[in-house]
Nanobody, 126 residues
């Protein structure tokens, strides 16, 4: 069972950048599909980005396409989310998630994932 820990959140001005990391402390997620989700106050958790186990198929929400980049380093058991050109509407708690499958037919569905991190806060000021 993977154990995910996010880091890298913080406060940034609009137009700035942050890089989130998601580490698997157990060291078993190399073969799993991974994703990033976010949840703003009063809103449902929404899909941000996902990748399969060999990082050959990346998927992004329309709202972040061209600004965010998901990647993974299986040798380091770590996944990343590089966030550029941040906007105030990107403010949310960001969660990483892992599935026990190497790829997913629809990686945008939260219930496709079986393990979640505790979340890291990202705040973008205007």
């Amino acid at each position: 069972q993977v154990q995910l820990v996010e880091s890298g959140g913080g406060l940034v001005q609009a137009g700035g950048s942050l890089r989130l990391s998601c580490a698997d402390s157990v060291g078993t997620f190399s073969y799993y599909a991974l994703g990033w989700f976010r949840q703003a106050p009063g809103k449902e958790r929404e899909f941000v980005a996902a990748t399969n186990w060999i990082d050959s198929n990346r998927d992004y929400a329309e709202s972040v396409k061209g600004r965010f980049t998901i990647s993974r380093d299986n040798a380091k058991n770590t996944m990343y989310l590089q966030m550029n050109s941040l906007k105030p509407e990107d403010t949310a708690v960001y969660y990483c998630a892992a599935s026990t499958y190497s790829s997913l037919p629809d990686p945008r569905l939260p219930n496709a994932y079986t393990a979640w991190g505790q979340g890291t806060q990202v705040t973008v000021s205007s």
